[in-house]
T-cell receptor, first 113, second 113 residues
């Protein structure tokens, strides 16, 4: 089936550790996005990529890094510089130019040990 | 992007129509109204979008006032599975600025027996 796959579903990070969240899509979408969601809050944009080998910072990029080496993949690394990483992370991809319809993965819940 | 205002919560009896309002009084002429929903601990799901005319699909109907300053999402026969947070988003319809979607806190719809 076509869609967006995020893994793992749950992730635990130790102090000072970098962790990487995976996001893979087989929808042939050019644009991909990473959002962060805190309890009871809306989504905030971390990074986005409109094309392979290119990405831009969103509203809360500090402490995060991304890469876009393949069209299908947009991994997010939560670095040790991110002091409050506990949140629900959502990856999305964009359907096309004329519509702002984004398709979301099931999310990764990150907690700090 | 225009700011939207939604009630924090609403209740609806199963089988009845759920009418979710959204105010977007500062919307500009080229901005579309999008609706997404997020079932607990899942990724958001696109529902419907519109510019000026009323729209209907298999999930819902979207009614936009003539002055475009407000809209209503209608779920014609709500079921327990429609319990979710519903987000109203206003965004320009063409690619630009990374197609960032600004998710506020939305409306928590609770469908009850």
């Amino acid at each position: 089936d076509g869609g967006i796959t995020q893994s793992p579903k749950y992730l635990f990070r130790k102090e000072g550790q970098n962790v990487t969240l995976s996001c893979e899509q087989n929808l042939n979408h050019d644009a991909m996005y990473w959002y962060r969601q805190d309890p009871g809050q809306g989504l905030r944009l971390i990074y986005y990529s409109q094309i392979v080998n290119d990405f831009q910072k969103g509203d809360i990029a500090e402490g995060y890094s991304v890469s876009r080496e393949k069209k299908e993949s947009f991994p997010l690394t939560v670095t040790s510089a991110q002091k409050n990483p506990t949140a629900f992370y959502l990856c999305a991809s964009h359907q096309g130019r004329a519509k702002n319809i984004q398709y979301f993965g099931a999310g990764t819940r990150l907690s700090v040990l | 992007d225009a700011k939207t205002t939604q009630p924090p919560s609403m209740d609806c009896a199963e089988g009845r129509a759920a009418n979710l309002p959204c105010n977007h009084s500062t919307i500009s002429g080229n901005e579309y109204v999008y609706w997404y929903r997020q079932i607990h601990s899942q990724g958001p799901q696109y529902i419907i979008h519109g510019l000026k005319n009323n729209e209907t699909n298999e999930m819902a109907s979207l009614i936009i006032t003539e002055d475009r300053k407000s809209s209503t999402l209608i779920l014609p026969h709500a079921t327990l599975r429609d319990t979710a947070v519903y987000y109203c988003i206003v965004r320009v319809g063409v690619t630009g600025g990374g197609n960032k979607l600004t998710f506020g806190t939305g409306t928590q719809l609770k469908v009850e027996l």
